[in-house]
């Protein structure tokens, strides 16, 4: 074969590769998620194929900065408890996230070799033999909302250039679509909000604190079968079957 042909047939092989492992298949996923959780579940099944990670998970905090839910595949809860009451304080990778609001792996923020004498992977990563890490920022209102976390376990090479930018442009994609579902979700609130009268506001307070019936009877001084019948309006009113679901959909205007 003439060189020129050996030339031509690896362009193809290059171009083909990149058509494969585009990310246009999950942005569009993400784009069309019509709820968070829709979009979270979109995003932990079809990330891993376009990174070759084998731990993937991302991690959501609440206003205040505390863990407000998260999704893992690969390591177990335990794990996750653990990393948050010793690992975020001392993972490298993630200040360099905090600080920058860009995705960083430990070969871009840690000296050559130094990454399995540190103390993340010593307290947190070496159960897990996480060879090599990558962390990305979720954004909302300038603030850090959370993040995407990578690991690659066995023989797998390092995260590179290429996978830095990948994870932004999905950092980028995620944190969009995400602030998008908040804002109709408040703007929904408010709507839910007009249709219920000041007594089942108050019920419904009540609830989310997880008082019975009998509880929100006393509290309210009616009685316990009025909060029943109540309950059964709100849930007409909010198209919802149970207390749970109330109080998921009235989340953004409660005030617990």
């Given amino acids: 074969m003439a060189i020129e042909d050996v030339v031509i047939a690896a362009s193809r092989l290059d171009r083909a590769t990149i058509m494969v492992c585009s990310l246009h298949p999950l942005f569009q996923a993400m784009a069309t998620a019509p709820s968070e959780r829709a ?16 731990r993937w998970g991302i991690y959501l905090m609440d206003d205040e900065n505390r863990l407000a839910s998260f999704d893992v595949v690969g390591v177990s809860d335990a794990f996750v408890e653990r990393y948050e009451q010793i690992g975020r304080a ?33 307290r947190c990563c070496s159960e897990y033999a996480h060879e090599h890490i990558m962390t990305g920022p979720i954004v909302g209102c300038g603030q850090l909302i959370g993040t995407i976390q990578f690991a690659r376990v066995g023989d797998t090479p390092a995260f590179n250039f290429h996978d830095l930018a990948n994870l932004g442009a999905v950092c980028t994609h995620l944190s ?40 929100i009877g006393a509290q309210l001084w009616i009685t316990q079968n009025s909060v029943k019948q ?20 009235l989340r953004h205007i409660l005030e617990v």
Wanted: hydrophobic share 45%; charged share 25%; net charge positive.
């Fill in 39 to 54: 979009l979270r579940l979109r995003f932990m099944d079809g990330v891993s194929q376009y990174f070759g990670v084998q």
């Fill in 90 to 122: 001392i993972d490298p990778v993630l200040q360099y996230v905090l600080e920058y609001h860009a995705p960083a792996h430990e070969e871009l923020v840690l000296p050559a070799g130094e990454w399995k004498q540190s103390d993340l992977y010593q």
């Fill in 176 to 215: 969009a679509r995400l602030a998008a579902l908040r804002v109709e979700s408040l703007a929904s609130s408010r709507l839910i909000f007009k249709q219920l009268t000041p007594r089942e506001m108050q019920i419904a307070n009540l609830v989310a604190r997880g008082m019975t019936n009998a509880e």
């Fill in 230 to 249: 109540a309950l059964k309006r709100m849930f007409r009113k909010l198209e919802v079957s149970a207390r749970t679901e109330m109080v998921a959909k």
